[in-house]
């Protein structure tokens, strides 16, 4: 019996799909170089084409046949050496279509394994974005922002074989990085993409995660109910209505929450939230009429509150909002909890013009690629800066 | 519910009438006070259209009666009708049936409780009207019912034990008969017609219970779901499939209670087989040839039985197994086929030969492919087919399939 490798990346639909493919067949590329076989896979049962949807493509290696089999037809492994993450926001974890509950981003990975991120964030700040796990695991962090490459008419900024790089340093026993190069040069035929891939070889450092480091909130689970528990003809009885909210201040009851499903919530489809100015609020109702999954709570006050456990932060009601930045788009990372900006603001309000404040001033990068026309044409020349491939060289930059 | 305008009758009396099998099926429609009803056209089913839109421009039965554009449309109309708690009918015949696939996919997945009616029709090409089980034997792995009858009381009295068969909670599924085209539909004989008080004593009212698509009762019906969930959601059909044999039976024993009309084995009819050595099994009008040629047999010493199978679905393996175990050989007639399948015979033999393999006692099984298209089941056919059985019975070896009465 030979060795099995599980590598799986962690992606945003649409938008990441073809990259998340061209991560996972190049493992297997450069596994064949290394004298292995493997298969290159997405995950089934998720829909890559939602926006924003976390998904999973998995690359599964084997030293030799029969142990490849061990490996085959299955939605996913149990257990993986590297996970990677191409968007930095699915730290907060992973609710696909294809399963019910929240999944912690490290979840699949064995002890000591390694999971390895695209982010322009420290591990101070992603760390505890990331649930906790019982066993150490290793964090590798690779410079750059969610990349969009492979998509529609995204240029390519070499992430897919940055990660490959990255995966001949973090787990060498599965391929080195001359069988990247032969892989990049066998699929691509880029002598450019080989020096991206070798720089993010050289600069990747691992960090050791332990046990004692992360999110300690406990993941939302499902219990799948047996035959007999289910009723017949395919039939789900809806979930409850919604009553009214109680003002945290003045225990006012009034307006309306609605119930909303317990264990497919869904936010973590999010990269970016709306953050509401309620002191300037018209209350004009926009928001809570074209929120497409009526994410907002009706408080007694008439005011709209943006209920983070259901927002998927399509950002429809930033632009919908008549007052200028009354609503304001974020970027998740730069939150830690789903608390309700309605009750921080009712119980103080000064605090809560600061935090907001904090929250905006910075715009800082709110989702990747898409937001203005020209945005990514604006962001390609850092990025391969970063990459080192196709930009100025610079030793200076260090990756993690 | 709909309310039937009484027009005929309404003493307790049964009353005779020269009605065809499409007729029949109609009447049993009004008799049901059926809720809503589609249509669209294709022979001989569109029969059946014909009677009913009669009813009820006669202002004898009051339901919603749709003419859809196609079939496909029909089947989904009967379909939401049910979920939303009307009782319903619809059907069709041959290559409409299979237009309708995809509803009729849907249709037993959602415990919807249709009844249809398939008058059996050769599927094209060429396009041909006569009978041919194929049509309604399509369905026959998805959790439909399946019923075959021989004559216009059946049609009508099976209709009806349909409703309530379907219609009990223990199993939601729906429920085609199916009516050879042309002998059974297009032939009108003497149907004794029950009076309604009777059948408001043997069918109760359709209640979809908690189930019920209406605003008060706020489900959610057919969502998308992953592998995960899929192997539960068969399962409960298979377990319906399997109470269905239960209810079957009830209901029969209901019907011949308030009817005085008794069917015996509700699943299969047996034909002079106490004493026959050798015997014949089918499905449908066939029947009529096979019983001629037996009584003919018999005169000439010949100890043949028939044994005509009504419910293909739920089937009866053990029963039917242990019943014919008791002969010496045992031929199947098929009025369809399915190329390629083992030894090239058709669906029915499959099927009987599945349900003998655990069996205790086996018999020599021979297939028949025969009546086709349409195409009669003669007598001499049938003697044809008894002689081989009684062969085989002898110990002699013969064609496990034989095509009969085809020109060569
Ligand atoms: S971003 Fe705004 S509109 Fe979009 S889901 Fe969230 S609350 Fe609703
Ligand atoms: S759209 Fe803006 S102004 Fe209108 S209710 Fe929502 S937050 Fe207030």
Redesign the pocket.
């Known amino acids: 019996m030979g060795r099995l490798f599980a590598v799986e990346i962690v992606y945003r639909g649409i938008f990441q799909k073809n990259l998340a493919k061209n991560i996972s067949r190049g493992i297997a590329l450069a596994a064949r170089h290394a004298g292995k076989m493997g298969i290159s896979f997405g995950r089934y049962g998720d829909s890559p084409e939602r926006n924003g949807i976390p998904a999973k493509s998995f690359a599964v290696i084997g030293t030799d046949e029969e142990t490849l089999q061990e490996g085959m037809a299955k939605y996913e492994p149990k257990e993986v050496d590297v996970s990677i993450a191409v968007d930095d926001t699915l730290f907060k974890g992973v609710e696909s279509w294809a399963w019910y509950g929240l999944q912690p981003i490290n979840r699949l990975l064995r002890p000591g394994g390694t999971l390895i991120v695209t982010s322009m964030n420290g591990p101070e700040a992603l760390i505890p974005m990331a649930h906790r796990k019982e066993t150490p695991y290793r964090l590798a962090i690779l410079k750059g922002t969610p990349s969009f490459s492979g998509l529609w008419v995204y240029k390519d900024d070499h992430t897919d074989v940055r990660v490959l790089g990255a995966i001949a340093k973090v787990l060498p026993d599965l391929f080195t990085i001359d069988d990247v190069e032969k892989a990049i040069l066998e699929e691509w035929s880029a002598p450019l993409k080989v020096t991206s891939a070798r720089k993010a070889h050289e600069r990747i450092t691992t960090r050791v995660v332990s046990p004692s480091e992360g999110n300690l909130e406990k993941t939302f689970e499902f219990e799948l109910p047996k035959w007999y528990e289910m009723r017949e003809g395919v039939s789900i009885p809806s979930i409850a209505r919604g009553a009214a909210m109680t003002d945290p201040v003045t225990q006012q009851t009034g307006g309306y929450r609605p119930v909303r499903n317990p264990t497919f919530k869904k936010y973590t489809t999010r990269t970016m939230?709306?953050v509401v100015n309620f002191d300037t609020c018209v209350k004009c109702t926009l928001?809570w009429l074209?929120?497409?999954?009526s994410?907002?709570d009706v408080t007694p006050d008439a005011l709209y509150d943006?209920n983070m456990e259901a927002?998927?932060?399509?950002?429809?009601?930033?632009a919908v909002c008549p007052v200028e930045n009354c609503v304001t788009?974020v970027n998740e990372t730069a939150f830690t909890d789903n608390a309700s900006q309605w009750e921080m603001w009712k119980k103080d309000k000064p605090a809560y013009a600061a935090w907001l404040q904090e929250k905006i001033q910075h715009k800082p990068e709110r989702s990747h690629g898409f937001r203005y026309r020209g945005q990514y044409e604006e962001q390609l020349p850092p990025m391969m800066e970063i990459a080192g491939g196709a930009g100025p060289e610079d030793e200076s930059d260090k990756e993690g | 519910m709909a309310q039937a305008v009484e027009k005929v009758a309404t003493s307790p009396k049964e009353h005779d009438a020269l009605i065809s099998g499409s007729e029949a099926i109609a009447v049993a429609c009004k008799l049901a006070d059926v809720d809503v009803i589609t249509a669209y056209p294709i022979r001989p089913y569109d029969t059946v259209m014909q009677y009913v839109a009669k009813l009820v421009s006669n202002g004898e039965l009051d339901c919603e009666y749709i003419v859809a554009e196609s079939e496909h449309s029909q089947f989904e109309i009967v379909k939401h009708a049910s979920a939303a708690g009307a009782r319903v009918f619809c059907g069709s015949s041959g290559v409409g049936w299979m237009y309708a696939f995809e509803a009729l996919t849907v249709t037993p997945a959602l415990r919807i409780p249709m009844v249809a009616m398939v008058g059996n029709r050769a599927l094209d090409d060429p396009g041909a009207f006569g009978v041919e089980h194929n049509d309604a034997l399509a369905v026959r792995d998805l959790g439909w019912q399946l019923v075959w009858v021989d004559n216009a009381q059946e049609a009508l009295d099976t209709a009806l034990i349909a409703y309530r068969v379907a219609e009990d909670r223990r199993v939601f599924l729906p429920c085609a008969i199916a009516c050879d085209g042309a002998f059974l539909t297009h032939s009108q004989s003497q149907v004794k017609i029950p009076p309604q008080e009777w059948v408001k004593r043997f069918l109760p009212p359709y209640n979809r219970g908690d189930l019920l698509l209406h605003p008060d009762n706020p489900i959610t019906v057919a969502p998308q779901v992953n592998e995960d969930w899929l192997m539960e959601i068969r399962k409960h059909n298979d377990e319906a499939m399997k109470r269905s044999k239960t209810v079957i039976r009830e209901a029969y024993a209901e019907f011949a209670k308030i009817f005085g009309r008794d069917y015996g084995n509700p699943f299969f009819e047996e034909y002079q087989t106490q004493d026959a050595d050798v015997v014949l099994v089918g499905m449908g009008t066939l029947s009529m040839p096979v019983k001629v040629a037996i009584r003919r047999m018999r005169a000439e010493g010949k100890k043949v039985g028939f044994v005509r199978i009504r419910w293909f679905r739920p089937f009866v393996a053990e029963e039917l197994a242990a019943t014919l175990g008791r002969f010496k050989a045992v031929g199947i007639i098929d009025r369809d086929f399915s190329f390629g399948s083992p030894y090239t015979s058709g669906v029915l033999a499959t099927e009987v030969r599945a349900a003998l393999y655990p069996a205790e006692k086996r018999p020599p099984v021979l297939a028949f492919i025969c009546g086709l298209g349409g195409r009669e089941v003669t007598v001499p056919d049938v003697q044809r087919m008894s002689e081989m059985l009684l062969r085989a019975a002898a110990g002699e070896r013969q064609p496990l399939t034989t095509w009969v009465g085809i020109r060569e």
């Not at chain 1, 927002?311 to 930033?318: A, D």
């Open positions: 939230r709306p928001c074209q929120c497409p999954d994410c907002f943006a927002c998927c932060g399509c950002g429809v009601c930033e788009m």
